[in-house]
């Protein structure tokens, strides 16, 4: 009998251990699967995800930055608003000196003037800098939205022509805005072009300018002088 109990003591525990190793594997065949599980599950999440992305415009990242910044800016204009404060002012106090270098290095650097290259763009520098200038007056526009309602905006049957009178104040901008224009233009100073006929008295170009202002305040006096030596009947 006890040659049995000692026999029968190895195999109990060798069982238990069998047992036990088999838990343990099934235990990790769990885990296993639960990560699988997962995995797929965030691969789903991601495909769904990457799909709505490329269906988005391209600039959509740069778009959504620039609401969230237009947001954060309309809050802290609440804020200041609330206190009592001035908003560009605070906003500037916030500047570090870097950062105001920095921006003044790049105003420095820009320049949106690049001279006259063609008459389309001329024509569009100058119609951009007076969209610029255009200021909307909703007081008036609520008006005359009252007054012609769906009228005022108007379609491909509309009849415009005849049909819209100036504002005084209207006419009055547009005539001190042409009347810039002119002045600026009489400032400007341009380039006369060669003429291959008229006489060569010059060396070079500095003196062709001398000659010019000479004969310009001059020229009147000494025009029979100058006939006469190029006849050749001078005394």
Same mark, same amino acid.
């Given at each position: 009998?006890?040659?049995?109990?000692?026999?029968?003591?190895?195999?109990?525990?060798?069982?238990?251990?069998?047992?036990?190793?088999?838990?343990?594997?099934?235990?990790?065949?769990?885990?296993?699967?639960?990560?699988?599980?997962?995995?797929?599950?965030?691969?789903?999440?991601?495909?769904?995800?990457?799909?709505?992305?490329? /269906?988005?415009?391209? +600039?959509?990242?740069? /778009?959504?930055?620039?609401?969230?910044?237009?947001?954060?800016?309309?809050?802290?204009? /609440?804020?200041?608003?609330?206190?009592?404060?001035? %908003?560009?002012?605070?906003?500037?106090?916030?500047?570090?000196?870097?950062?105001?270098?920095?921006?003044?290095?790049?105003?420095?650097?820009? +320049?949106?003037?690049?001279?006259?290259?063609?008459?389309?763009?001329?024509? &569009?520098?100058? %119609?951009?800098?007076? !969209?610029?200038?255009?200021?909307?007056?909703?007081?008036?526009?609520?008006?005359?939205?009252?007054?012609?309602?769906?009228? &005022?905006?108007? !379609?491909?049957?509309?009849?415009?022509?005849?049909?819209?009178?100036?504002?005084?104040?209207?006419?009055?901008?547009?005539?001190?805005?042409?009347?810039?224009?002119?002045?600026?233009?009489?400032?400007?100073?341009?380039?006369?072009? %060669?003429?291959?006929?008229?006489?060569?008295?010059?060396? +070079?170009e500095r003196n062709a300018k001398f000659n010019q202002k000479a004969e310009?305040?001059?020229?009147?006096? !000494?025009?029979?002088?100058?006939? +006469?030596?190029?006849?050749?009947?001078?005394?």
């Amino acid at each position: 009998s006890s040659s049995e109990e000692e026999e029968a003591g190895p195999s109990a525990a060798a069982a238990a251990a069998a047992e036990q190793r088999r838990e343990e594997r099934l235990r990790r065949f769990r885990e296993l699967h639960m990560k699988r599980y997962e995995a797929c599950k965030l691969n789903s999440q991601e495909v769904v995800e990457e799909d709505k992305r490329l /269906k988005l415009p391209p +600039n959509w990242e740069a /778009k959504k930055a620039r609401l969230e910044w237009e947001l954060k800016v309309q809050e802290k204009k /609440k804020e200041c608003a609330a206190r009592g404060e001035d %908003y560009e002012r605070v906003k500037l106090l916030e500047i570090s000196a870097e950062d105001a270098e920095r921006w003044e290095r790049k105003k420095k650097k820009k +320049n949106p003037d690049l001279g006259f290259s063609d008459y389309a763009a001329a024509q &569009l520098r100058q %119609y951009q800098r007076l !969209t610029r200038q255009i200021k909307p007056d909703l007081e008036q526009y609520e008006k005359l939205k009252e007054q012609y309602g769906e009228a &005022l905006y108007p !379609t491909s049957d509309s009849l415009l022509h005849g049909t819209h009178v100036p504002s005084k104040d209207g006419v009055d901008r547009m005539v001190a805005d042409l009347e810039k224009q002119i002045e600026k233009r009489e400032k400007y100073s341009r380039r006369r072009p %060669y003429n291959d006929d008229a006489d060569i008295d010059y060396i +070079n170009e500095r003196n062709a300018k001398f000659n010019q202002k000479a004969e310009r305040f001059y020229g009147k006096y !000494t025009a029979e002088i100058k006939q +006469n030596l190029e006849r050749g009947t001078a005394v």
